[in-house]
């Protein structure tokens, strides 16, 4: 397979004498299968983490990731409809180039200095991938303006939607690797967490904390917010990224809270509450988001989980300045939340009646049970 001429430009852009070179490890390195990595092989690695196991973890990364990083890298600069030439996703592709770089020429991880070295240049290449998400939603943004100016949407856009789930569900693998591993280097772990996973994780105190930054938005953005009502055993525990389970319920609380919000802001009846239910079954845990937001009209559901769709009725412009915590959606907030349950195999389901409210499910596998690879 021969290098895209856009990878080439891409990589000629860092001024690297080997530039060519650099594009044609990245289409060798792309062709690689990648390697799976079970939740609980993380779990029983990481409760032990000592120089000898932080050195093997640095060891894996450093032939792992440059695969990972080279295969989005390359299916970035082949994308249809003509996304891949938008400056958003060019920017985003760039990025994926510099880190596959600064991994794969990084000099062999031999020692516990090499070790240390390599954990913080890791760390400093998550950091560098912070915006993926809003800047590919801009990208996505332009190209909808585009085809909305022609009047023309391709029939055949499912594509960008199945490419943009598999993009966001290596970049959750990717962060969840390089976050475990720097999270391993904790001196002082709280008691059960190992790296990113809370084996004592309390979906109520998740819950309580996704919904106190959610009503802050929405008190910032609206001057008022419904209040939210948490239900369901205290005491019960069980393992979970804690910033994963915090990610998908300020999302799903955010979009309730808009709802209500907005359907009661000049209404003279009391404001219903936003319900958050948690559940412990003997397969899942279930955590029910409710609320009495008017719900979506049924043309709308099959559309919730697409990346050109919010069910906000003035959705904000990229093209200004992006708020990661803005109330209105850019239609990114639902697809990504369910592609981080479905990652340790979850889901997440939406139920609407329209004219009173809707109710989000987000089923959570518990973590210890999987022997399944994670993607």
Known sequence: MAASGGVVRGAMAASEPSARAVAEEVVRWGSMKQTGVTLRYMMEFGSRPTERNLLLSAQFLQK?????????????????????????????????????????????????????????????????????VPTMALGVQQLKKQLCRKRKVPF?????????????????????????????????????????????????????????DARSVCLREYGSAPDINIYGDPTFTFPYVSVHLHLMLFELVKNSLRAVQERYMNSDEDVPPIRIIVADGAEDVTIKVSDE??????????????????????????????????????????????????????????????????DAYLHLSRLGDSEEPLP
């Open 64 to 132: 792992e990731l440059p695969i990972r990083f080279a295969r989005r890298a390359l299916e970035l600069d082949s994308l249809p409809f003509g996304l891949s030439n938008k400056p958003a996703i060019l920017k985003v592709r760039d990025w994926y180039l510099e880190s596959f770089r600064d991994i794969r020429y990084f000099p062999e991880v031999r020692n516990r200095k090499d070790e240390l070295a390599f954990t913080q240049m890791i760390k400093n290449v998550k950091v560098r991938h912070n915006n993926v």
């Open 156 to 212: 055949g856009f499912d594509e960008i939607h199945e490419f943009l789930d598999r993009f966001y569900m290596s970049r959750i693998g990717i962060r969840m690797l390089i976050g475990q591993h720097v999270a391993l280097h904790d001196p002082e772990p709280e008691p059960g967490v190992i790296g990113l996973i809370n084996t004592r994780l309390s979906p109520i105190q998740v819950a309580q904390a996704a919904s106190e």
């Open 293 to 358: 937001g008017g719900g979506i009209p049924r043309s709308g559901l099959p559309k919730i989980f697409t990346y050109l769709y919010s069910t906000a009725k003035d959705p904000p412009d990229l093209d200004g300045r992006y708020d990661a915590a803005a109330m209105a959606g850019y239609g990114f907030g639902l697809p990504i939340s369910r592609l981080y349950a479905r990652y340790f195999g979850g889901d997440l389901q939406i139920i609407s009646m329209e004219g009173y409210g809707t």
